[in-house]
């Protein structure tokens, strides 16, 4: 079956850097636009960054543009995203999603704090 497994999330003081992974199975990675989308608490879930399928064409939430880079190794049906320059207002659980099996991940915990 369709699997999404996310890691790479954790703590980190305002500036810091964080790479997430995102480790996909059960699908044709490769032929799959790769997403990734975040959830606040009590905020509604938003796009942060999309791939498409050969990395040719990334596009980025405006809030996170110059700070964070979605990449993808087809070799590995992985899709990262480097997060630099973090800021507190980028606390939320981070969440990967492939648009051909309409499919998420179970999230990981990104926490911005000094």
């Known amino acids: 079956q369709v699997q999404l497994v996310e890691s790479g999330g954790g703590l980190v003081q305002p500036g810091g850097s964080l790479r997430l992974s995102c480790a996909a199975s059960?699908?044709?990675?490769?032929?799959?636009?790769m997403s990734w989308y975040r959830q606040a608490p009590g905020k509604e879930r938003e796009l942060v960054a999309i791939i498409g399928t050969t990395g040719g064409w990334t596009n980025y939430l405006d809030s996170v543009k110059g700070r964070f880079t979605i990449s993808r190794d087809n070799s590995k049906s992985t899709v990262y995203l480097q997060m630099n320059s973090l800021k507190s207002e980028d606390t939320a659980v981070y969440y990967c999603?492939?648009?051909?099996?309409?499919?998420w991940g179970q999230g990981t915990q990104v926490t911005v704090s000094s």
């Open positions: 059960g699908f044709t990675f490769s032929r799959s636009v």
């Open positions: 999603y492939a648009r051909t099996s309409q499919s």
